[in-house]
T-cell receptor
């Protein structure tokens, strides 16, 4: 069982640079989620994919953020023109939905990518 | 915005004691889930309770759900040092496609 993996685990970048994170979900999972977590807080939802379709984006996700899940497998989250306020832990999670409806299931989280913007 | 609020924010107990933490939420839910997070790491799913369930057990964990009060509790019995972690409740709203809304968490420290 490989679980959900994320790469890189840590990223330090200068303000204004672009960064890209990768998430590999559990192979048979059809749903993939991105969350952001700052110190002392719980994760906040960013966006969600069912297979390759991006079905929902949070208002937290500004135009500088973009996510993709080509072929419904791994996903990437890109942040353009990073700002110091983007510093956070970026968590990816996946789940197996047994139907295409709006039911929810337990999510399996990766270890996260910690972003520091200097 | 965070839907759930955990209480207390922090809890310190000794090994063998029980730990109870509560979660309140605001809107109608499909289910409520509890997760554990060890320092600076990913979250681990503990238990899921659906809106039509009132109580659920898993090993040393007991979760209750009161939809009329929009609240849930997590009880960890006979705590161990390894239970030291942050515990989060997360609600899945009825029309949310499964996205979770987390509270700020309860930090639990279990001393040997």
């Amino acid at each position: 069982d490989t679980g959900v993996s994320q790469d890189p685990r840590h990223k330090i970048t200068k303000r204004g640079q672009n960064v890209t994170f990768r998430c590999d979900p559990i192979s048979e999972h059809n749903r993939l989620y991105w969350y952001r977590q700052t110190l002392g807080q719980g994760p906040e939802f960013l966006t969600y994919f069912q297979n390759e379709a991006q079905l929902e984006k949070s208002r937290l996700l500004s135009d500088r953020f973009s996510a993709e899940r080509p072929k419904g497998s791994f996903s990437t989250l890109e942040i353009q023109r990073t700002e110091q306020g983007d510093s956070a832990m970026y968590l990816c999670a996946s789940s197996l939905a047994l139907n295409s409806g709006q039911s929810s299931y337990e999510q399996y989280f990766g270890p996260g990518t910690r972003l520091t913007v200097t | 915005s965070q839907q759930g609020e955990e209480d207390p924010q922090a809890l310190s107990i000794q090994e063998g004691e029980n730990a109870t933490m509560n979660c309140s939420y605001k809107t109608s839910i499909n289910n409520l889930q509890w997760y554990r997070q060890n320092s600076g790491r990913g979250l681990v799913h503990l238990i899921l309770i659906r809106s039509n369930e009132r109580e659920k057990h898993s090993g040393r964990l007991r979760v209750t759900l009161d939809t009329s009060k929009k609240s849930s509790s997590l009880l960890i019995t006979a705590s161990r040092a390894a239970d030291t972690a942050s515990y989060f409740c997360a609600t899945a709203l009825t029309d949310s496609w499964g996205k979770l809304q987390f509270g700020a968490g309860t930090q639990v420290v279990v001393t040997p």
